[in-house]
C-alpha cells in the first residue's frame, strides 16, 4: 500500500535531514556547498508547500490541543533564511552562522512536527484520510518540485 501522509512525511524529513548534514560537510569548499545548499533549499520550500497543501490545510483549526498556524509561522521563518542565505552574497563569516540558525530551526521544526503534531493528526484524521492525504501531498510535492526556484537562488 502507499504511504499514507504522515509516512510520506517522516520520509522527507529524514530527506532534508541528509541534506542538512550534506551542506555541513561541505566544509570550505564554496562550490561545493552552495551547490548542497541549493539542493537543500529547494527540498525544504517543496516540501513545507507540499505539506501545508495537503495536512495543515486539512488540520487547520481541526484539533483543539495544537495550534497549526504556529507551524506555518516557522515555514515563513524557515523561508526568510533561506531568502537571506540563497537570494544574495552574505559576508563568508555570517553565512555559517545565518546557516546555524536555519538548521537549529529546522531540527526543531521536524522534531516539534513528529512528536507533537503528528500523534495529534493521528488521532484526528481517519485511515481514509490519512491515504487520500498522502496521495495529495505526493502530488502537491511533484508539483512543488517541478518549479523554478532560481528567483530564491542566486548564489
Ligand atoms: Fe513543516
Ligand atoms: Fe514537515
Known sequence: MADDIFQAVIKDHATIRVLM??????GKDAD?????????AKAL????????????????????????SL????????SELIHTLGGKREAPTDWPATFLQLKTLVKRH???EENELFPVGQHLLTADQKIRLGELYRAAKADEDSKDRSDILVL
Open 71 to 78: 507551524h506555518i509561522a516557522e515555514h515563513d521563518a524557515i
Open 21 to 26: 548534514k550534506a551542506v555541513d560537510d561541505c
Open 32 to 40: 561545493l556547498r552552495r551547490e548542497a545548499f541549493a539542493n537543500l
Open 110 to 112: 521536524l522534531d516539534e
Open 45 to 68: 520550500i517543496a516540501h513545507a508547500k507540499a505539506e501545508e497543501r495537503s495536512l495543515y490545510d486539512t488540520m487547520l483549526g481541526e484539533s483543539p490541543s495544537h495550534d497549526e
